[in-house]
């Protein structure tokens, strides 16, 4: 990520200790804030928050390394855990258990910030923004290093996946202990967590002036040409 990231910085103005931003929306020094970080997607009764906790992503550490003699190593918790290696919030934080949030939407730190204090303007500027251009507020998200498949992150949301599935036996980036494949539609389908929002419903009444304004940007937004799954799980 670093790498990348530094091709991204224009004339490396980092200044000591504060938070820099790439141009690209990539945002440099966000730190991890764990799921705690994400609570307006995890209230009650809110899509996001409860179909996770039925997904085996969000307790696959304690299920899986907990207690055992692997429940600290590199190897596996680069996979069962997320940003291993990377600056969580907190003291003294070497990963946070099981694949959360920011395992697939990156660290949150700036992100949260956004929405609790947009343009120092207090915690009801974003929803503002939202309601008002929502277009405008998709983008003030990326910016602020919300990672979004085909914009600055991995060029699709199958590459993300891959970082921790494979779909051959000789994947090298692979769990020693399943053979399981991922079949990608299938997998997508089951973690699919999106709903109608104020995005959707902007997008299905966008005039031609705002598809022109935003032509190099939202063709390139996977989750806004993916076709949304039926309103209910069964
Ligand atoms: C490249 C990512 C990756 C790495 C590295 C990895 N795992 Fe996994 N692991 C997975 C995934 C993905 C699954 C579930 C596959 C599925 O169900 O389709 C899994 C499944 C498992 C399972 C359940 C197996 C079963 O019986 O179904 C155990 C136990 C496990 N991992 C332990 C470990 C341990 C211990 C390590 C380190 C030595 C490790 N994993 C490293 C991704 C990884
Ligand atoms: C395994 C990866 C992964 C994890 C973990 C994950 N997401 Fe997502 N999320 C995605 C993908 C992929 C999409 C849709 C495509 C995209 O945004 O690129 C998405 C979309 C979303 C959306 C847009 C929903 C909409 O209706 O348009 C929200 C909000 C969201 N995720 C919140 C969360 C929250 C909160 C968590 C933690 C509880 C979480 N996600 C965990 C991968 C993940
Ligand atoms: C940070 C690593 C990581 C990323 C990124 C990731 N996964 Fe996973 N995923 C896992 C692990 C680990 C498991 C195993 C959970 C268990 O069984 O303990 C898993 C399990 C799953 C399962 C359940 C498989 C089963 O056997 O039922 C689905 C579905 C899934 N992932 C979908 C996705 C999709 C779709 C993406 C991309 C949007 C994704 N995952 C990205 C680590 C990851």
Redesign the pocket.
Known sequence: MSGKVSKYLFGGVVSLGLFAFALSGVSVGAIYTG?SG?KC??GKGCF??EE?KERL?SNTWEKRLKGTPDSENPDCLKCHATAYGEKIEGAGLKYLPN???E???GAGSEYKKLKENFEGKGKDAFKALLKKDPFEARKVQYDAGLI??GINGPAT?KE??MKCHWETKDDKNRCPKTDKLMDYKEFFKK?D???E?E??VALKKMSAEDKKKWAAILPKD??LNTPLKPKKKD
């Open positions: 799921n994400c997607h995890m996001e928050g996770y992503h694949v959360q949030c395992a697939c939407h979004v498949a949301v993300q996946c973690d967590h999106r709903d929002d995005l959707d996977e989750i």
